[in-house]
């Protein structure tokens, strides 16, 4: 699932008339061809190259339209129809509509899909409406929050983190979706978490699928923001920054690299204020309910005492390098989008051990580019293969050097909390 380029318009096109002359769009075609490319709103499904499934979407004002979906008969039945939907719904959502409506013939492709969705049917007109949760005051604090709708299979999809996001799965995600449940057996959901480990390994991503899963707008407070008017009126910046966040009904709210704000005071005494000021909006964040702080860091060993203590975050967890099981999902994810790839990515395993995704993607790209200046030379067959990909793994610096991995887990044995 993904926006629409203009690379993809002829696909687009041609799934658009293939749905018109079997009747399934009645709607004028050059009146939606013209909303293509005019700005990022329409959504496409894709496997591997092919376009299998397109949604026309439009922004005018504070309502979504979604004015066409088509799906290619193939892949009718699948569910290409309703996650479409939800991917252009969170789109519209996220760019300040307030409702999307969808007008659909009933019966035809991607009704079904939107009264899944939760889409109701304005019979006789067959107009499917939806009107967002978040308030309008609370669109704008997201606005200008830069605040995100994440896709709610960011969950399923992320790879690797396995023990992280089975206990994330059972001691937040579980205790939140379900607290009525929750509520009978006393069970208390967390309010904070803060994640550990080198750079690269996830955590951000991570955050972002736990906001996706909830269905809360995920929102990132950067500490490089903050310090825009000198240290001291770093702590009144991050108090009013919780007061606006806090308006939010529902939110994950991200602070990456929290050491910038929260390094130890006793070698920076200057930070008492701001570490204070997190200190209590660990609190009024308890104290509310409803909402998730998560925090990341790459040094927790810098992080000033208080703040790892426990009682302030409910859970600790570290975040490493992927496991071999990782990596393969990884990897097989990034070599399927490559069509002149002939990698298995199983072969590779146990060569890529300590890279990071991001080192991972790098390796792939390296590869990628050989195979390509290959084939613009004018080699017959240059594909990426098994030798070209080797090449290029060997070539790609690990992030995390073997001090630095002997040190997070020596970290993790330290601080994990779980
Ligand atoms: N599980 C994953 N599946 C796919 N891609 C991933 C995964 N984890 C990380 N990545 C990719 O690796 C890159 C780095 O991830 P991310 O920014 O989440 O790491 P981070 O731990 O937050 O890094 P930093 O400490 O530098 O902030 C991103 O491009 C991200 O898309
Ligand atoms: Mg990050």
Redesign the pocket.
């Known amino acids: 699932m993904r926006a629409a380029s203009r690379d993809d318009l002829p696909q687009v096109i041609r799934l658009l008339e293939a749905a018109r002359a079997s009747q399934d769009l009645h709607l004028d075609l050059a009146d939606v061809v013209a909303d293509l490319g005019a700005d990022d709103l329409t959504v496409v499904a894709a496997v591997e190259n092919d376009l299998v499934g397109a949604l026309v979407g439009r922004l005018e004002g504070e309502t979504g339209r979604i004015l066409a979906i088509v799906v290619a008969p193939e892949w009718r039945d699948r569910r290409v129809g309703a996650s479409l939907i939800e991917y252009a719904e969170s789109r519209l959502f996220g760019r300040g509509a307030r409702k999307v409506t969808a007008l659909i013939a009933d019966g035809r492709v991607g009704s079904l899909s939107l009264a899944e969705r939760g889409f109701e049917a304005i019979r006789g007109l067959a107009l499917y409406e939806k009107a967002e949760t978040i308030e309008p005051s609370a669109m704008s604090v997201l606005h200008r929050w830069g605040g995100e709708l994440v896709p709610l299979e960011r969950w399923d999809?992320?790879?690797?983190?396995r023990a992280q996001r089975e206990v994330v799965d059972e001691r937040v995600l579980a205790p939140l979706l379900e607290s009525d449940l929750a509520e009978r057996f006393g069970v208390i959901p967390p309010t904070t978490m803060l994640?550990f480990?080198?750079?690269?390994?996830?955590?951000?991503?991570?955050?972002?699928?736990v906001a996706g899963r909830l269905g809360w707008p995920f929102v990132e407070i950067l500490p490089s923001k903050l310090g825009a008017e000198g240290l001291a009126m770093m702590a009144d910046e991050l108090h009013n920054a919780f007061e606006e966040l806090l308006s939010l009904e529902h939110a994950v709210i991200f602070i990456?690299?929290v050491d910038d704000i929260a390094s130890s005071r006793a070698e920076r005494p200057e930070s008492q204020a701001v570490v204070n000021e997190l200190l209590k909006a660990v609190v009024r964040i308890r104290e509310a309910g409803g909402r998730l702080l998560v925090c990341?860091?790459?040094s927790i060993g810098s992080l000033d005492p208080a703040v790892v203590r426990p009682g302030r975050f409910d859970l600790v967890l570290p975040?490493g390098p992927?496991d071999s099981e990782?990596r393969a999902?990884?990897l097989g994810?990034?070599l399927e989008s490559i069509q002149s790839s002939v990698v298995d990515a199983a072969d590779f395993v146990e060569e890529t051990e300590g890279l990071?995704?991001?080192d991972?993607?790098s390796a792939v790209q390296r590869a990628a580019s050989d195979a390509f200046g290959a084939a613009r030379r004018g080699e017959p067959d240059a594909q990426l293969d098994a030798a070209r990909f080797r090449r290029a793994i060997r070539a790609t610096v690990p992030t995390i050097s073997a001090d630095a991995l002997a040190a997070f887990h020596r970290e993790a044995d330290r601080f994990q909390r779980i």
């Open positions: 999809e992320f790879s690797g983190l994640l480990g080198p750079p690269g390994t996830g955590k951000t991503s991570f955050a972002k699928a990456d690299e990341a860091t790459n975040v992927p990782a999902a990884l994810g990034m990071t995704p991001a991972l993607a």
